[in-house]
């Protein structure tokens, strides 16, 4: 029997987590712009034209200037470590190699995390030098675009790191009874935020002219805004995060590093024991390769294949933004009463729905094309919000970061085949239509396997506590 010393303990406790999860749901807010902004709407391009003026430099010392159209695929060579390709390749490149270089690096990163439990500090580090290296993307102008390259690859690292870092903490803050609405709550206002910050560079953007600026000097203050909104909005969270655990180990320093690598081997020997935590893992793969692959190449069926104006595509990126808010806390709402899993299953359905819908869209038809983005609203930030609640739920308790290292090394090692498939579908029909039909397979794959995935027993099997309904 409880004692009213129990109960009053059970409050502050309480307490103590609503504050926590308050706080923490503002990481969420903070690195958004990173993703968002400036990998998928700003830096794509600007570096790609800062590369094409290196060349155009380059050829012109020559004589020649095979750039003149700005096409920055026709014989607009650039050089970086003596690779010579051409400058409209420099970003999908970029991209590979910042992904290969995230995978060698978070898994360490979530060891140390484990090993020193020091991950409030950890956080605010990668936190401040990765919007550091945001805000220095603004000094890349003219043809220096190498400096770009090192200034991405750098803010890269860091927001990879501290999602990772970012993500330990939410079994930490949260009882699994309240994991899906923290989650959920968390990533809803992450797309909330990061509309606010978008609708407020594209306004910038589209008004360039009227303000006297260049559109490179739109997507340059693009970036500082990015990088101070991203440190502005990690000091709530660092205020209000405590550490939860006690260090795994007792190393200081630089033997911190080979700690890490040693905490990395325990945990790597230790996963077979716990294969249904690896179905989830492997299930949850295949499904957000599906949902990544429909967001990066949204924005490409819209324009070659439907042909929407550049004004069509922003305004579907800021509607697909803010309903995503909707759709992340209705994703918590549902779970709180049927369980996250039947939840999962119902949005994978959702999205088979409307990736259907998007193949019948008539080209010019914004209406419909709006509806659609709707769709992919409400189901994008929840599906991954519910399966990050779902996942902390089968990691074995002092091994948070290294599991969800090897949750984000793994979205990333495989986010290659649905563009695989798209590319290749649509090279093979000669149209972008059965190209965005072919990913429902991902979909269709995810919600099956997730069928057979037995939760509670994963949940039992690492020794946490079951929350009454998954």
């Not at 909330?192 to 953007?205: D, E, K, N, S």
């Not at 081997?265 to 989830?280: E, N, S, Y």
Request: net charge neutral; glycine share 10%; with cysteine.
């Amino acid at each position: 029997m409880k004692s009213k010393g129990d109960d009053a303990t059970d409050v502050d406790n309480a307490g103590r987590r609503k504050k926590e999860q308050r706080g923490w749901v503002w990481y969420d807010v903070a690195n958004s712009v990173f993703p968002t902004s400036v990998i998928t709407v700003f830096l794509s391009l600007y570096l790609t034209s800062i590369a094409t003026n290196a060349a155009k430099a380059d050829t012109a010392l020559n004589g020649t200037n095979p750039c003149a159209n700005d096409n920055a695929f026709a014989n607009c060579d650039v050089t970086i470590l003596g690779l010579q390709f051409p400058s409209g390749s420099l970003w999908g490149y970029l991209l590979s190699i910042a992904t290969v270089v995230q995978v060698i690096v978070l898994p360490v990163m979530g060891a140390i995390a484990d090993r020193t439990q020091n991950k409030k500090k950890m956080l605010g580090f990668f936190a401040f030098t990765g919007s550091a290296a945001t805000i220095a993307l603004a000094a890349v102008e003219g043809t220096n675009w190498k400096l770009g390259v090192v200034f991405f690859i750098l803010a890269n690292i860091c927001y990879g790191s501290s999602v990772v870092v970012y993500y330990a903490f939410l079994p930490e803050i949260a009882t699994p009874d309240e994991r899906d609405a923290v989650s959920s709550r968390g990533w809803a206002f992450g797309y909330l935020g990061g509309g606010v910050a978008l609708a407020i560079q594209l306004g910038i953007t589209l008004s360039a002219d009227s303000l006297g600026i260049t559109s490179g000097d739109a997507a340059r203050i693009a970036f500082v805004i990015s990088g101070i909104w991203w440190a502005a909005f990690t000091i709530i969270p660092l205020r209000a995060l405590t550490e939860h655990q006690r260090p795994h180990g007792g190393e200081q320093g630089a033997s911190v590093v080979s700690a890490g690598f040693k905490e990395l081997g325990t945990t790597l020997r230790q996963a077979k024991a716990f294969p249904l935590t690896l179905a989830f893992l492997g299930t949850y793969l295949i499904y957000t390769d599906g949902i990544a692959t429909v967001a990066n190449v949204s924005a490409q069926y819209g324009s070659v294949e439907l042909k929407f104006t550049q004004q069509t595509l922003i305004t579907v990126i800021l509607i697909v933004q803010f309903v995503a808010f909707i759709g992340g806390v209705l994703h918590g709402y549902v779970a709180k009463r049927v369980g996250a899993k039947k939840t999962i299953l119902g949005s994978l359905v959702v999205w088979i729905v409307v990736i259907t819908a998007a193949f019948f869209v008539e080209a010019g038809d914004e209406t419909s094309f709006y509806l659609v983005a709707a769709g992919i609203g409400i189901v994008l930030g929840g599906t991954n919000a519910l399966s990050r609640s779902l996942f902390s739920q089968m990691v074995p308790p002092g091994r948070e970061a290294q599991y969800f290292s090897l949750y984000e090394v793994g979205e990333r090692s495989t986010s290659w085949l649905g563009p695989l498939v798209f590319a290749g579908v649509g090279q093979a029909t000669g149209s972008l239509r059965p190209a965005i039909l072919a990913l429902i397979i991902f979909f269709v794959a995810g919600f099956i396997l997730l069928i057979f995935v037995p939760v509670r027993r994963a949940i039992k099997a690492v020794g946490n506590e079951e929350p009454a309904l998954v």
